[in-house]
């Protein structure tokens, strides 16, 4: 047993190991480099960036470069602050970190006291200075504003520029749209980091409720080789954490045939609107579980649809229904005649083809009609 015993650490170590390593893709990055008022670097300045929603902090030092680096960030609202001993601290507020992005900040501290920060609001083009990504983050105020049918949010795909709904459809969610040119099976879609296409067609393994959705983001060209795997577009979606602040919410998303239109097919066959009942309700809450430290969010939904299909068909006359197609005309109003299977033989004028003759009067015989096909006729609808 004692043989086995550095195997089995090894194994369990590797297990601890990968527990801790997740899917990079959906989190943010924050980088940049710390100078003085003349231009040289600031080595070993203190860098810690705080997450306003939570008060989680992740810290940092600058390196031998005057460079600092702070990678796996949640999506959210953020405050970057830079320190160093003789240097009055540099505040950077107003940061919005969102899926995947890697925001440089670039900073430069004045000699003075701690006492007096510096303080300056993040703006977009410092946000996205790092990427050469073609696409757009779609936040949660977007996603919420925005009319959809059937809530499924990969559906907002099709509003981003180099995004093509294929199959004639106007809303295509993200599997079913092509995305620069490339197929839509190409496509990658990661919830949370991890792929959730299915394995067979490559459509949605799931949809993710709308109200767990945080945001996501939609590269259409020239991201980055950590989706590797894509040879479409990319869709990052992030779902929604917890915070120091209790919040959620519930809904009920009503559809009702009362409030519809009749189709234009319906009307022109004097047929009833259809019936629709579809009740898509449910709720979600999330807050801390230890402030600062330990947080929760949950979402429950459910679907209850009641709608039956309608078709508009042809059915057989009253006449038909005895076996007479007298008066039966194809479009071009040429009568149809009924032939008699049982009459079938070779055609003398025609090699390998056969002929047969026509009911008498084009009526099928009440003997030739099958028991079984009378029994059902009882049923068809007038």
Same mark, same amino acid.
């Given at each position: 047993?004692?043989?086995? &015993? ?177 197929? =839509?099976?190409?496509?990658?879609? &990661? ?98 579980? =230890? ?26 006359? =009253? ?38 003759? =026509? ?24």
């Amino acid at each position: 047993m004692s043989r086995f &015993l550095p195997m089995l650490r090894a194994a369990m170590a590797v297990l601890i190991l990968t527990a801790v390593v997740y899917g990079q893709g959906e989190r943010a990055t924050v980088t940049g480099a710390v100078t003085d008022a003349s231009g040289a670097i600031v080595v070993g300045a203190q860098v810690a960036i705080r997450n306003t929603a939570t008060n989680v902090v992740s810290r940092t030092t600058t390196n031998a470069a005057g460079i600092y680096y702070i990678s796996s960030l949640n999506p959210g609202p953020y405050e970057l602050r830079v320190e160093q001993t003789g240097f009055r601290p540099a505040l950077v507020s107003d940061i919005r970190l969102s899926t995947g992005l890697t925001a440089t900040f670039d900073l430069s501290l004045e000699v003075g006291t701690v006492a007096e920060a510096v303080e300056v609001r993040a703006n977009a083009v410092q946000l996205e200075a790092q990427t050469t990504a073609i696409g757009k983050s779609l936040p949660t105020s977007t996603i919420n504003g925005l009319p959809l049918v059937g809530r499924n949010v990969l559906q907002l795909v099709s509003l981003l520029p180099g995004v093509t709904p294929v199959g004639g459809e106007t809303n295509g969610e993200a599997t079913n749209a092509k995305m620069s040119g490339g197929f =839509a099976r190409d496509n990658g879609v &990661l919830t949370d980091g991890g792929e959730s296409r299915a394995t067979v067609n490559s459509k949605s393994a799931f949809t993710i409720p709308m109200e767990s959705v945080a945001e996501y983001r939609v590269d259409t060209a020239t991201y980055g080789a950590e989706f590797g795997r894509a040879a479409g577009g990319v869709v990052n979606l992030v779902t929604k954490g917890g915070s120091n602040e209790f919040h959620g919410s519930a809904y009920e998303y009503l559809r009702n045939d009362v409030f519809n239109a009749n189709s234009w097919t319906n009307n022109r066959n004097r047929v009833q609107r259809g019936i629709l009942r579809r009740h898509e309700y449910g709720g979600s809450v999330g807050g801390p579980i =230890a402030r600062n430290r330990t947080f929760f969010f949950g979402n429950f939904e459910r679907l209850w649809q009641s709608g039956p299909i309608q078709s508009v068909a042809t059915v057989p006359s =009253a006449l038909q229904l005895r076996g007479d197609f007298n008066g039966t005309l194809d479009p071009q109003g040429r009568q149809i005649l009924v032939y008699d299977p049982s009459t079938t033989r070779a055609n003398p004028n025609a090699a390998g083809q056969s002929i047969r003759d =026509a009911f008498p009067a084009n009526r099928i015989p009440t003997n030739r009609i099958n028991n079984v096909s009378n029994n059902v006729l009882k049923y068809w609808p007038a």
